[in-house]
């Protein structure tokens, strides 16, 4: 079966920006929906971003205009832009594959104020 492996967490200030990547194994990566998660310390699990086949996205109020998520079917690869960083978004971010349901092992993002 195949993985997810995410990259590109770490510390940075309020108001900078991350890339987050989140590499699949697998062929069929071109045919499923791919999300991003995240959880916050003493918290539950969200949904941060979602994109389709067709490249349609979703995201969670909080993160509107500021993260943006995309796909590259050609590297099996799916990212999550993040901007305008709030210390409110320090959580681990976690990628799934919404159609099988498979989790990545997560990567830390800690912004400081």
């Known amino acids: 079966q195949g993985q997810l492996v995410e990259s590109g967490g770490g510390l940075v200030q309020a108001g900078g920006s991350l890339r987050l990547s989140c590499a699949a194994s697998g062929s069929s990566f071109s045919i499923n929906a791919m999300g991003w998660y995240r959880q916050p310390p003493g918290k539950q699990r969200e949904l941060v971003a979602s994109?389709?086949?067709?490249?349609?996205?979703n995201y969670v109020d909080s993160v509107k205009g500021r993260f943006t998520i995309s796909r590259d079917n050609a590297k099996n690869t799916v990212y999550l832009q993040m901007n305008s960083l709030k210390p409110e978004d320090t959580a681990v971010y976690y990628c799934r594959d919404l159609t099988v349901g498979r989790w990545g092992r997560g990567t830390q993002v800690t912004v400081s104020s």
């Open positions: 994109i389709d086949t067709g490249g349609n996205t």
